[in-house]
């Protein structure tokens, strides 16, 4: 019988690889004929693509100036931006008020920020959140404390797009779980309620939903009694949504094996104990991604209300670009507002790794 | 630990008591004409060939499974179909699973006073207090700040074994508690059950453990295609088995 010594672990190192920024070279660019050829031709359009861009972007830009000295520039005309910017983003609020409807973006962006660390997500941060719901929704209509009111129907532009979107998350998202729990419910009522209410608004496009809330909607009213537009279609948003997020809530509550049911139920949790503590807490981090997903194309999909007339983000810069004066710099005032999507909508992606890592720790199997 | 001996009943009362019980999955017929008395204090272990309805006939004590025929009494309590508080049945009747089934997304501490907190509706620093003190009993007290997914499979298991205790069950059930785990953590867990059984828990076990057998069960039962087909003290049961395919099982296993 053979005792084999453990041999000494600092003896043996990994296999060197080559190092060095040629090295690097050799191995990520240059490693085979096809990489080489592959990589001189997307270096070749890289040099030819980038720096007119950049010429065009910064420095031929004007970015301060009239509307004719845009048509001398030969770059790109930021004026445009410049000139309409309280258009852009407030639209058809009246002017001299539009200090308001910055204050409550502002505030909406900082109870934002304070609630990413979760180590704040106390009892105490709805309070907040609901005062400050409060406020905004007072900055926005006023009416009270010398505030002057103001009509929803010149509520437009970004304060509009975030009023529909982050409501529309809100709200949708626990209404997607319910109809998640519904649909596996074993009670045959409930479960086709949920599977005929979930598949039926899958079926048909959210333009169709806006389209019925605006146009349909009223005629089942009582004559007399109106309904706000924009609470309208934030209901079409918010039931949109919820038929997404459902879906994808059912794969998580999937995912989760039948041990965990019975491990929660032979402790003696009912049915509202065992989902909230037990199940729901692991379901919803496994969809985590594609939670999101839907959310961050909800976000997007407020654009739409367009159609029925609502004066969003989108609509307010089109309104800008009628204007003769600008017709010509669709391309800036595109570019710009992509950039505002694109923050929102990345700051919701980037949350949600966030989430995602924090979550995770000490889980792994 | 006489606090979870608390008896309200006398000694030679059944907690348990299943009388001509049937079980169907489909049309597969599980179990058969099933008779149980379990007394208090009794410990009985549960054996056979797999498929033979062993472990859903604990199953069918906490009503993790419906029985079709038949009555099953728990503490008093009959399990039909129209019960009310089955919850309340669970939380006296405590279950380790094959497979552990911790929590995964909640601490140690926090899986074994889950229950106690929203159950029991026990004040958490108690309930935390309660918690240690099972840890330390199965002597794993040191993990407690950690997640299921980072102990070993027989520490899982004795933290199983301690969440169950923290509710202070009248009966515990094991169903095959040592068959997922490697061979070297097996000794733990029995050892864990062990002293368990010492301190006078009622204990159903389903286990293929012959030496845990013989040294605290009260009774062997052995299972075969859904039925009891002998039951006997473990003495007899392995020196002197009636009933040929007892005999047969016993080969196999023991070789």
Known sequence: ?365 | MNETLIQDAPEDSPIIQIVGMHKWFGDFHVLRDIHLNVKRQERIVICGPSGSGKSTLIRCINRLEEHQRGDIVVDGIELTNNIKNIEKIRAEVGMVFQHFNLFPHLSILENLTLGPIWVRKVPKKEAEETAMYYLEKVQIAEQAEKYPGQLSGGQQQRVAIARSLCMKPKVMLFDEPTSALDPEMVKEVLDAMIELAEEGMTMLVVSHEMGFARSVAHRVLFMDFGQIVEENTPEEFFHNPQHERTQLFLSQILH
């Open chain 1, 1 to 365: 019988m053979a005792v084999h010594p453990i041999s000494d672990a600092d003896a043996i190192k990994p296999p060197k690889t080559q190092t060095g920024v040629v090295g690097w070279m050799r191995q990520n660019l240059f490693n085979g004929v096809f990489n080489s050829i592959l990589t001189v031709v997307i270096l070749y359009i890289l040099w030819k693509t980038v720096p007119p861009l950049i010429r065009w972007f910064f420095i031929d830009a004007v970015w301060t100036t009239a509307s004719e000295a845009c048509y001398a520039a030969d770059g790109a005309c930021w004026s445009v931006i410049y000139n309409n910017i309280r258009f852009i983003l407030f639209g058809l609020y009246p002017h001299d008020l539009q200090w308001r409807p910055l204050a409550a973006i502002v505030l909406l962006i900082a109870l934002l920020v304070y609630s990413r660390d979760r180590r704040r997500w106390r009892r105490s941060l709805l309070w907040t959140w609901l005062a400050g719901l409060f406020v905004m929704g007072l900055l926005m209509k006023g009416g009270l404390f010398g505030l002057e009111n103001v009509d929803s129907t010149l509520w437009s532009g970004l304060p509009l797009t975030l009023l529909l979107s982050v409501f529309g998350m809100v709200a949708a998202y626990p209404l997607g779980v319910m109809l998640a729990l519904g649909r596996r419910s074993r009670m045959p009522a409930i479960k086709s309620l949920c599977v005929v209410y979930i598949e039926m608004i899958r079926g048909v496009p959210l333009i169709s939903l806006l389209f019925m809330s605006s146009v349909m909607f009223p005629l089942f009213l009582p004559e007399g009694l109106t309904i706000n537009k924009i609470l309208r279609a934030q209901i079409a948003i918010i039931m949109f949504t919820a038929a997404y997020i459902a879906e994808v809530v059912r794969g998580g509550l999937q995912a989760i094996s039948r041990g965990q049911y019975e491990a929660a139920e032979s402790l003696g949790l009912g049915f509202p104990q065992k989902m909230r503590l037990v199940i729901l807490p692991q379901a919803l981090k496994i969809v985590i991604p594609p939670t999101v997903g839907i959310l961050v194309s909800a976000f997007k999909d407020t654009s739409l209300v367009v159609i029925i007339a609502l004066y969003d983000l989108l609509k307010t810069t089109q309104s800008v670009l009628s204007n003769p004066k600008w017709m010509g710099f669709s391309s800036e005032a595109y570019i710009f507002i992509a950039l505002i999507y694109f923050i929102c909508c990345f700051s919701m992606s980037d949350y949600s790794r966030k989430l995602e890592r924090e979550l995770g720790a000490g889980e792994r199997r």
